[in-house]
Nanobody
C-alpha cells in the first residue's frame, strides 16, 4: 500500500509559478513510476506528466510541455511538479499517482489532490 499526499497548490496570477510536491509513504517509492494528472471543473481528469522509477525519463502532455517539469527525489520519497508560465487554463485540481508498471501503465494509487487556481 502506498499513500500519496500532495501539497503546494494555491492561487497565483497568470505568468507565475508554483511547485507541487507529492510525498509517498512506504519504503518502495523508487519501485513506482510517478505521474501527475489534473481535473478542471466540468472536465475529465487528464494526464499532465510522468517520470520513470529512477527519474531518468520523463514525458509530458503537449499542453504543458516546456512550462512544467516533473522530478523526483527517491531519498525523500517525493515527486515534484514545477509549473512555470502558468495560464488560467491550468486551473484544476492536481493529483499525483503511482504505478508499479512503466511510465504510461495503469495507475495503482492516487493522492487526494491539491487545488491550483490561476487568475487572469
Amino acid at each position: 500500500q502506498v499513500q500519496l499526499v500532495e501539497s503546494g497548490g494555491g492561487l497565483v496570477q497568470a505568468g507565475g509559478s508554483l511547485r507541487l510536491s507529492c510525498a509517498a509513504s512506504g519504503r518502495t517509492f523508487s519501485s513506482y513510476s510517478m505521474r501527475w494528472f489534473r481535473q478542471a471543473p466540468g472536465k475529465e481528469r487528464e494526464f499532465v506528466a510522468t517520470i520513470s522509477r529512477n527519474g531518468g525519463s520523463t514525458y509530458y502532455a503537449d499542453s504543458v510541455k516546456g512550462r512544467f517539469t516533473i522530478s523526483r527525489d527517491n531519498a525523500k520519497n517525493t515527486v515534484y511538479l514545477q509549473m512555470n508560465s502558468l495560464k488560467p487554463e491550468d486551473t484544476a485540481v492536481y493529483y499525483c499517482a503511482a504505478s508499479a508498471g512503466s511510465m504510461l501503465s495503469t495507475v495503482d494509487y492516487w493522492g487526494q489532490g491539491t487545488q491550483v487556481t490561476v487568475s487572469s
